[in-house]
């Protein structure tokens, strides 16, 4: 068999008359909807190319398949792999390394070129996969309040500022009706897949309230109630995890470590689907990764007095995507393999000419990054404004992305730009209807 196989990373070698070389393929099949069509690199000395292929393999978390028809392995890897066949290799980060290690010629030392790191960073950023080994984190998508729809109290003002520590909303509603209205209020929290959970931007270590929110009505603390719990497919394993005594989000001091706990524990975890397999240590023991989903919500009961103003106020801290590098340097920006994701990046983000113009000065034309430019990236959900009687009469922006010299971008949709102050900048509209989510890119030394 000698075809790209469609969940996991696919490493091409070939030979010709410039020498052995290599080509990785990143399926859109094994990209869990993140892209359309399937990545590949450009063409790599045989070396680089096995080197970025595992790193990248262990950032993803897939299987790596080698298609060598040339016998490009065995004479320039140290491997024995015949001729037109597939090799799948599943071992954990530990193990790949540690067989690569031992598999480069002479000796040779692992750490990548920059060619690999620009690629492997370029692949991760562009389809916004969580990734260690490079530093990457990706973000939880997060918006403000939500209400129950309702016709009987209309949303009078909202002012949401953005930074990169903290977001806060102050709403203003009046009740239109002329008895009180009690509406159920909920801030919806994001689920959180334990299996990626340590690629995830998670703003504090606080199991239950892990972004650190706080709200109040009228200037009074308004607790909201929280309820959480574990899930396994359809399956709800709270009641599991607490009988053995382990925390539903086990973050922070609260990580489980699987060869702590007594062996019938450890058992049950394991046949109940609750623990899955996450390769092999380095002395060749199986390890194990929590492998349940935690869905967490906060809600109250608010009563607004008729024909009143009622102001709530909302803050916490938002998850923030991260990235070392961006896409949108120049020199990968340009890169004829990464064209389909640099588009999505100017869709999503509304990316002007004029921001890639100031872009590519701070940028420079290295092929490294020396200017040492990283990404910021909020998601914001906007949408949820739309349940009252009628728009929000006065929407507020305010946008700080922490320095005077970052770069920011995002769609305005139909916020007009009334001032910058600062570092902030600000965006209003009236009788404003939220038809989109944010998303918000900031580009700059951090």
Known sequence: ???????????????????ASGSIVLPAAASRGRLTT???????????????????ANDVKLALVVCDPDGVWKSELGRSLSADRLTRIGWNQHMLRRRMESSLPNGACIRPSFRIRALMVALLVATGWPARANDSAAELSIGG???????DVAMESENLSIGLDRISVRYQFANVTAKPVTLTVAFPLPDIDLSEAENIALPSNDPINFVDFETRVDGSPAPLTVDQRAMVGNRDVSALLRELKLPLLPIGGREIRLSDLPAATRTRL???GLMMPAGM???GRQQYAPGWVIKTSAVRQQVFPPMRTVTVEHQYRPSVGSSPDTILRPSLRRSSALGQQVARYRKE??????????????????????????????????????NWAGPIRSFKLTIDPGGNDRLV???????KASSATGNTLEYTANDFKPDADLKILVIGTF
């Open 1 to 19: 068999m000698s075809e790209v196989q469609p969940d996991a990373i696919t490493l091409l070698l070939k030979r010709d008359n410039d020498g």
């Open 38 to 56: 399937d990545q590949i690199s450009a063409q790599l000395p045989a070396q680089d190319a096995f080197r970025g292929a595992i790193r990248l």
């Open 145 to 151: 309040l939500q209400f129950v729809r309702t016709n």
């Open 270 to 272: 394991v046949d109940d």
């Open 281 to 283: 240590s380095d002395n």
């Open 349 to 386: 983000y509304c990316v002007q000419d004029t921001f890639l113009a100031e872009l590519d000065k701070r940028a420079g034309s290295n092929q490294i990054n020396s200017a040492n430019l990283q990404e910021r990236r909020i998601s914001y959900v906007l949408k949820t404004g739309a």
């Open 409 to 415: 971008s995002f769609c305005p949709g139909r916020l």
